[in-house]
């Protein structure tokens, strides 16, 4: 069973940027499709972005798209999230995940995952 590794986060001025990883011990990355999800307090936890290996497909939610960017680092079996021009609406404990198939945006939809890293973004 695959097992997930988040890191990155910390605390970044409004503007700023963030780059997290996901790694993952015990089965590769590249049968999966690797999502990023964000949970703020007292909210619900919501889609960021994915990414299918094979092919390469990417998606985004409306609320990074243009800020954020999912890639893969084939030499380490990890998923980057490179977060740019961040916003204090970004704050959240960032989660990534990983499902077998296609792209798709609903957390029950994914079968493992990590144990999150803190996204702190001040004004």
């Known amino acids: 069973q695959v097992r997930l590794v988040e890191s990155g986060g910390g605390l970044v001025q409004a503007g700023g940027s963030l780059r997290l990883s996901c790694a993952a011990n015990?089965?590769?990355?590249?049968?999966?499709?690797v999502g990023w999800f964000r949970q703020a307090p007292g909210k619900e936890r919501e889609f960021v972005a994915a990414?299918?290996?094979?092919?390469?497909?990417?998606y985004y939610a409306d609320s990074v798209k243009g800020r954020f960017t999912i890639s893969r680092d084939n030499a380490e079996n990890t998923i980057v999230l490179q977060m740019n021009s961040l916003k204090p609406e970004d704050t959240a404990v960032y989660y990534c995940?990983?499902?077998?198939?296609?792209?798709?945006?609903?957390?029950?939809?994914?079968?493992?995952w990590g144990q999150g890293t803190q996204v702190t973004v001040s004004s």
């Open positions: 015990g089965r590769a990355l590249s049968t999966y499709t």
């Open positions: 995940a990983v499902r077998q198939g296609g792209l798709r945006t609903a957390s029950r939809m994914y079968d493992a």
């Open positions: 990414f299918t290996w094979s092919g390469g497909s990417t």
